[in-house]
C-alpha cells in the first residue's frame, strides 16, 4: 500500500475513530500529502528511517517552525504505528524518529505606558457615548485588569461581577472557576457600560441575556469581535499587523511581575494549573533586570 493511500485510510481512522477535530485531521493529511511527494510515494513498507530523516531535513530547510516540524514528527510516528498495528507494514521505521526540539517563543507585550494610553484612548472614545465605544472600553479594561481569557471575558455574566469587592467570578480551562480583582479604571469603564451602554444593545435582542458584554444585536459577545476590538487598538501600538487578546493577558502577567507580584499570585491570577506556564512571564520581565545590569554594573 503507498503511503498516500495508507495517509487516506489513517487520517479516516483519526476523523472516525479517534474523533480529533478538523482542523488537526486537516494539518496531518497536509503533513502526510507533503511525506508522499516528497518520498516519491513509495510503498509505505519500503520508508526507512533515513527517509523520515531525510523529509524533516528538508522541511528544515524550507524554514519550517520547530512547532511544525514536531507536529510532523508526531504525524508520522502516528501514521506508521498506525500501519505497523494493522498489519500493512512489518515493523515501525518511525520508533527512533526524534521530534526536533519546540522552541518557547515570548509573548508580545505592550509597555505599561503604552497600555495606558491605549486605553486613555479608548476611554476617550467612550466619553461621546457610543454604545459599542462603551463596550470595547471596558473589554480593554477588563481584560487588562483581570488578565483573561478571550473565553472567560465573553463567558462572563452580570451577576458574576461583585463591584463593591471590584471582582470577576470567571471559568478557565477544566472548568475551573475562579475569582479575580480588577481595580479602579476598570471598575469605572464597567460601571458606565453597565449604564450607559449595555441597555442600548440589549434592547435590540431577540430574547433578553444575562451576558456582560453584548454584540451589535443584543447577544453574547463572541470571541472573534473581541479579537477584533483588541487587534484594531492594540496591534498598532506594539507594532504589529494583528494581536490578540492574549496580548493583554501576556501584558498584564509581565507588568504585575515588573510590579513586584510573586509568581504564585500571577498563576492564580491568570489561572494557570502549572507553575511553569507563569515562568514564561518572568523571561519577558528580565529583559528590564538585564537593561538595569547593563547600565549600573561596573562589570557589565
Known sequence: MRISEAAQRYTAHLREVRRLSAATVRAYRSDLDDLAAT??????????????????????QRGLARSTLARRTACVRGLFAWADAEGIIDGDPSLRLVAPKR???????????TMAHLLDDARTAADE???????DAAVLELLYAAGLRVSEICGVDIDDLDPAARTVRVVGKGD????????????????????RGRPALAARAAAPTPALFLGVRGARLGTRAVYDVVSARVAPA??????????????????????????RTVQELLGHASLGTTQIYTHVSAEKLQAAYRLAHPRA
Not at 516519491?40 to 520508508?47: K, Q
Not at 475551573?176 to 449604564?195: C, F, I, M, N, S
Not at 499587523?241 to 496580548?247: D, L, S, T
Open 39 to 60: 518520498l516519491g510515494d513509495p510503498d509505505a513498507g519500503d520508508v526507512d528511517l533515513e527517509s523520515l530523516r531525510e523529509w524533516l531535513w528538508v522541511a528544515t
Open 176 to 195: 475551573k472557576e475562579r475569582v479575580v480583582p480588577y481595580g479602579g479604571p476598570a471598575a469605572t469603564a464597567l460601571d458606565h457600560w453597565l449604564v
Open 103 to 113: 522552541g518557547r517563543s515570548l509573548p508580545k507585550v505592550a509597555a505599561a505606558d
Open 238 to 263: 506594539i507594532g504589529e499587523e494583528r494581536v490578540g487578546p492574549h496580548a493583554l493577558r501576556h501584558s498584564a502577567a509581565t507588568h504585575l511581575l515588573d510590579g513586584g507580584a510573586d509568581l
Open 129 to 135: 457615548g457610543d454604545p459599542i465605544a462603551l463596550r
